[in-house]
């Protein structure tokens, strides 16, 4: 199983990003995205739930659209309105399961795979 990360770059601010996920091996029943800023703990941006729920934090509502193509096994990160803050190694996560709660979504420890991490860049 292998989740391979892209697109991302440098962009300035008010710039739109979107991040690929492809993944390999098996179908999954979730599909996450996380980011880790210079001195900061990763943390959950969104995710998206086999049959179409999908989750965000707060900080990223009305910007960033999470989707996936389940032909191609892909999820997506569609990023407008980017912002410096935004700026971080954004990892695509994949787990096997669905969760009753938003909560589930949010655990590290829920997602089973991780891809390698994409750097995104924001400039003022």
């Known amino acids: 199983v292998q989740l391979q990360a892209s697109g991302g770059g440098l962009v300035q601010a008010g710039g739109s990003l979107r991040l690929s996920c492809a993944a390999s091996g098996r179908a999954f029943g979730s599909m996450g995205w996380f980011r880790q800023a210079p001195g900061k703990e990763r943390a959950f941006v969104a995710a998206f739930r086999s049959g179409g729920t999908t989750y965000y934090t707060d900080s990223v509502k009305g910007r960033f659209t999470v989707s996936r193509d389940n032909a191609k096994n892909t999820a997506y990160l569609q990023m407008n309105s980017l912002k410096p803050e935004d700026t971080a190694v954004y990892y695509c996560?994949?787990?096997?399961?669905?969760?009753?709660?938003?909560?589930?979504?949010?655990?590290?420890?829920?997602?089973?795979?991780w891809g390698q991490g994409t750097q995104v860049t924001v400039s003022s």
């Open positions: 996560a994949a787990s096997p399961k669905v969760y009753a709660s938003r909560r589930g979504y949010y655990t590290e420890a829920n997602y089973d795979y």
